[in-house]
């Protein structure tokens, strides 16, 4: 485990950074006031901050089987991922229309961007990111019938990973938690073993492990994870960053629940800090972050606060409640849930916002809690779908037709991904700040 070691300066660079940069396994994170002169303003941003999706101006033309109305610009294939992935957790077959529009997102090398408005145009292979590749895999993977995609997007993954076995948001940039989480999802997904995808000797887990802060740390902070390193090598803790990393930890991605609704085996075990290893196991360091996220959950009465204290973080709430379900922590990750359902302003920050309604459905998914039947009556799924085309209901497994297809499909690699775990949340990434850095680095 690294050490910390972390000074007042060293908490507030990488710390601001991560406010604004969320594992896509879930909506993009928030632009906060300390990020705003770095971070344009995308949609799901604005909606995490618990501003109604429907304030962002929408594109004048969008593209037919896009969910949402917002400008998808920073989030096009987060989103569209997410709600794909929701879907199949309910049982519900995606609209073509839906499905054509996010593998006609897919750039020629295999990767994909977070959106491309003109797909007749070459991919600028800077703005391909990991991200929006990742959770594009896992949609496509739960759906059974896109191999050559699915396939084409795990070799461009493997093949940008660095050296320490990690990945950064786009190719060639330094590690990072959420970026390295969701790609774990990724392979997870596609029935491959992350921890023997290497790159330089290094595998994602061990670019994770570089990450936590370990026994030198304080005890309330010991078993976060840093979203990077600071300038100084410090780690500061972050909560997204630490629900992401548990649930790749657990082989998860963002379906952990889509086996058979029965997320971290039916287990229900105390999230409870244990001894203190120096070298843990991928499943002894995830236990260690479900630990802390649970020990922070507890102390905010069920949700976990925004990096900047800014009020709470719907988005990650909702993606430790995933997290600690995929490690076989049931009740602790009801918490969280419970308490999404409880506060008045999850709707707000949800409504019509497609990638905050599916990180909601997959979380009530793997704490078995129904997502039709939400806060005040609320039925996410059937807000989901009115967000875009609507997907149709599996038919019945004693049709001969339906045995056929659903043979086809549950022979894929989407059956793999979800009987061993299945991300992601998820949104998302703030990838309105790392679009704008991107544009730096290239000027």
Request: proline share 7%.
């Amino acid at each position: 485990m690294a050490p910390i070691g972390r000074t007042a300066t060293a908490r507030g660079t990488r710390a601001a950074l991560a406010a604004a940069v969320l594992l896509p396994l879930t909506v993009a994170g928030p632009a906060t006031a300390a990020s705003a002169a770095t971070a344009p303003q995308a949609a799901p941003q604005v909606a995490a901050q618990g501003i109604p999706a429907q304030a962002v101006p929408a594109q004048k033309k969008l593209p037919e089987g896009l969910y949402g109305t917002a400008d998808p610009e920073f989030d096009g294939v987060w989103r569209q991922s997410l709600a794909l992935l929701a879907q199949r957790s309910q049982q519900l077959r995606p609209a073509p229309a839906a499905v054509a529009f996010l593998t006609g997102q897919q750039c020629a090398d295999g990767g994909f961007a977070a959106y491309r408005a003109d797909v007749a145009k070459p991919c600028d292979e800077a703005a391909e990111d990991t991200n929006a590749t990742a959770a594009a895999v896992q949609a496509l993977s739960a759906l059974g019938k896109e191999r050559k995609a699915v396939d084409r997007g795990v070799a461009w993954l493997k093949e940008i990973q660095n050296e320490d076995g990690g990945w950064g948001f786009n190719p060639g940039g330094p590690t990072d938690a959420n970026s390295t989480a969701v790609v774990v999802g990724a392979l997870a997904a596609v029935g491959e073993e992350p921890e023997k995808t290497t790159a330089g000797g290094g595998s994602p887990y061990d670019a994770l492990a570089a990450l936590q802060l370990g026994c030198d740390a304080k005890k309330t902070e010991r078993g976060a994870y840093a979203y990077q390193p600071e300038d100084d090598g410090a780690l500061f803790p972050n909560d997204y960053a630490t629900a992401s990393a548990v649930l790749a930890g657990t082989g998860n991605g963002l379906g952990a629940g889509m086996a058979q609704g029965d997320a971290g085996g039916g287990k229900d075990e105390p999230a409870e800090a244990g001894a203190c290893a120096e070298d843990p196991s991928p499943a002894e360091a995830a236990d260690a972050g479900a630990a802390y996220l649970a020990q922070k959950l507890a102390a905010g009465d069920g949700h976990l606060p925004m990096t900047t204290g800014e009020g709470p973080d719907h988005n990650a709430t909702a993606v430790a409640a995933l997290a600690l379900a995929a490690g076989g922590h049931r009740s602790a990750a009801r918490e969280p849930y419970g308490w999404l359902e409880r506060d008045k302003s999850t709707l707000a920050w949800s409504k019509e916002n497609p990638a905050a309604l599916a990180t909601l459905i997959l979380a009530a998914d793997a704490v078995d809690a129904d997502p039709s039947a939400f806060a005040d009556g609320t039925d996410l799924v059937a807000n989901l779908n009115a967000t875009g085309p609507q997907p149709t209901a599996e038919k019945p497994a004693t049709d001969p037709a339906a045995s056929e297809e659903s043979s086809d499909d549950d022979g894929g690699p989407g059956v793999v991904v979800w009987s061993l775990l299945a991300v992601g949340l998820a949104a998302g990434a703030g990838i309105g700040l790392l679009a704008s850095a991107r544009r730096k680095k290239r000027a």
